[in-house]
T-cell receptor, first 111, second 115 residues
Framework: TQLLEQSPQFLSIQEGENLTVYCNSS?????LQWYRQEPGEGPVLLVT?????EVKKLKRLTFQFGDARKDSSLHITAAQPGDTGLYLC???????????FGSGTRLLVRP | DSGVTQTPKHLITATGQRVTLRCSPR?????VYWYQQSLDQGLQFLIQ???????AKGNILERFSAQQFPDLHSELNLSSLELGDSALYFC??????????????FGPGTRLTVL
């Protein structure tokens, strides 16, 4: 069974700080997706990366897929209170249609 | 708004009972996925249907079953409920049957509380 580990589990930072969230596995994934979830709502897709080494930017968010397609990172520059939420990475398997979700990183950005 | 709808939003029931959760995918999406999210287990994939047929199965208990109807809406049936079944249940949909870049869009979830 493929597993995705996210770190850190919790992160509390001041507005304006930078942060990086990591998503790691010992297995190779065909794609890696990042979601953000707010309390009481469903996860919302932020980005999908499919090529090893791929970097995608979404405003202040930068996503990177590892060269070996086993890991990914999410970097937020100058965090804002609106970035608060649960960040989930999810890996797509080559052999099935399932998405394997990481346990998530809970981010709190204090004003 | 993702375009995926789920009903009911909240459900409170007793142990041993049976409930049905309903999901309508985004217009044009053929795949429906069901997930369970609890505090200690994270988001767990349960099952996927594509155009009416079961496509993939995760850690779904035998007490749980699902189906996708000709109009593509889906129902998740949970029976002989236990306290540990209390969780958020999410439905997601995607255009195709699952591919490297197939994006899933999640509904708002149904919060099930078993007393």
């Amino acid at each position: 069974t493929q597993l995705l580990e996210q770190s850190p589990q919790f992160l509390s930072i001041q507005e304006g700080e930078n942060l990086t969230v990591y998503c790691n596995s010992s297995s190779v994934f065909s794609s890696l997706q990042w979601y953000r979830q707010e309390p009481g709502e469903g996860p919302v897709l932020l980005v999908t990366v499919v090529t090893g080494g791929e970097v995608k930017k979404l405003k202040r968010l930068t996503f990177q897929f590892g060269d070996a397609r086993k890991d990914s990172s999410l970097h937020i520059t100058a965090a804002q209170p609106g970035d608060t939420g649960l960040y989930l990475c999810a890996g797509g398997e080559d052999s099935s249609y399932k998405l394997i979700f990481g346990s998530g990183t809970r981010l709190l950005v204090r004003p | 708004d993702s375009g995926v709808t789920q009903t009911p939003k909240h459900l409170i029931t007793a142990t041993g009972q049976r409930v049905t959760l309903r999901c309508s995918p985004r217009s044009g999406d053929l795949s429906v996925y069901w997930y369970q999210q609890s505090l200690d287990q994270g988001l767990q994939f349960l099952i996927q249907y594509y155009n009416g047929e079961e496509r993939a199965k995760g850690n779904i208990l035998e007490r749980f079953s699902a189906q996708q109807f000709p109009d593509l809406h889906s129902e998740l049936n949970l029976s002989s409920l236990e306290l540990g079944d209390s969780a958020l249940y999410f439905c997601a949909s995607s255009v195709a049957g699952g591919s490297r870049s197939d994006e899933q869009f999640f509904g708002p979830g149904t919060r099930l509380t078993v007393l």
